[in-house]
C-alpha cells in the first residue's frame, strides 16, 4: 500500500495566488515526520518545510505553510503568493518511528505545478 | 560551504558494464541513501547507511552494490544485472530527524 499519495499529478494556478498541494500519508508509528521538497527542471531536491506528529502548531516557512490534519493523516503544503519560480515539482515525504534514527524516508510521487503569468 | 557532491553529473554505460556513481559529503551526516528517479516518476530508495561499515537494502536494490568505508563517502555501483539503470541518481544525506540534505544527482544513461 502507498504509503505517501499525492492525488494532484499536475496542479495550475495564477501567478499571486495561493495554491495547495495535497498530502496524505499512511502510518501505524505515533512519532513521525513530514517533509516537503521542490524539485525544479534542473533536477536538485529543495527542502522546503517540516512537520513533526508531535507539533500542535502548524509549520510556517515563508510563502510556505503545512496544512496538518493529524486525524485525517493530512499534511497538506500551502503557497501564498505564487511566483513564475514556484514552477516545479512538489514531493512529499516522511520518516516514521522515534527510533529509526536515519531510517529511510518514503516519498509520494509528487505535483507537478505551473504557475501561469 | 558544507554539502553533498555527486560526480559525474553525465554517466554513459555501455552495456555489460559495471559503474560507479560518486557521492561525498562534507555536513557530518550519519545517514546517507541513494535513490532513483525515472522520468515523471518519484524517488525509490536503493540503499542506505546509518553509520560506517553498514547499510541496507532499499526498495529497489537488486543490480546495485554500495559501500561505506568512511563516513564522508557513500559511492554507488549500478552492475550488468541492473538491466535498466537509465535513470537520474540522487545521493541524500540527514543527522538524526533533521531533513535529507540532496546531492545535484547524476544522469546515467545507456549507449
Known amino acids: 500500500a502507498q504509503k505517501i499519495t499525492q492525488t494532484q499529478p499536475g496542479m495550475f494556478v495564477q501567478e499571486k495566488e495561493a495554491v495547495t498541494l495535497d498530502c496524505t500519508y499512511d502510518?501505524?508509528?505515533?512519532?513521525?515526520?513530514l517533509f516537503w521538497y521542490k524539485q525544479p527542471s534542473s533536477g536538485e531536491m529543495i527542502f522546503l518545510i517540516y512537520?513533526?506528529?508531535?507539533?500542535?502548531q502548524n509549520a510556517t516557512e515563508g510563502r510556505y505553510s503545512l496544512n496538518f490534519q493529524k486525524a485525517r493523516k493530512s499534511a497538506n503544503l500551502v503557497i501564498s503568493a505564487s511566483q513564475l519560480g514556484d514552477s516545479a515539482m512538489y514531493f512529499c515525504?516522511?520518516?516514521?518511528?522515534?527510533?529509526?534514527?536515519?531510517?529511510?524516508?518514503?516519498f509520494g510521487p509528487g505535483t507537478r505545478l505551473s504557475v501561469l503569468p | 560551504d558544507g554539502g553533498i557532491t555527486q560526480s559525474p553529473k553525465y554517466l554513459f554505460r555501455k552495456e555489460g558494464q559495471n559503474v560507479t556513481l560518486s557521492c561525498e559529503q562534507n555536513?557530518?551526516?550519519?545517514?546517507m541513501y541513494w535513490y532513483r528517479q525515472d522520468p515523471g516518476q518519484g524517488l525509490r530508495l536503493i540503499y542506505y547507511?546509518?553509520?560506517?561499515?553498514?547499510?541496507q537494502k532499499g526498495d529497489i536494490a537488486e543490480g546495485y552494490s554500495v559501500s561505506r568505508e568512511k563516513k564522508e563517502s557513500f559511492p554507488l555501483t549500478v552492475t550488468s544485472a541492473q538491466k535498466n539503470p537509465t535513470a537520474f541518481y540522487l545521493c541524500?544525506?540527514?543527522?538524526?530527524?533533521?531533513?535529507?540534505?540532496f546531492g545535484d544527482g547524476t544522469r546515467l544513461s545507456i549507449l
Open positions: 541524500a544525506s540527514s543527522l538524526g530527524y533533521q531533513p535529507q540534505h
Open positions: 502510518t501505524s508509528d505515533q512519532s513521525y515526520g
Open positions: 512537520q513533526g506528529s508531535y507539533d500542535e
Open positions: 515525504a516522511m520518516r516514521e518511528g522515534a527510533d529509526n534514527y536515519g531510517q529511510n524516508f518514503v
Open positions: 555536513l557530518n551526516h550519519d545517514a
Open positions: 547507511s546509518q553509520i560506517v561499515n553498514d547499510f
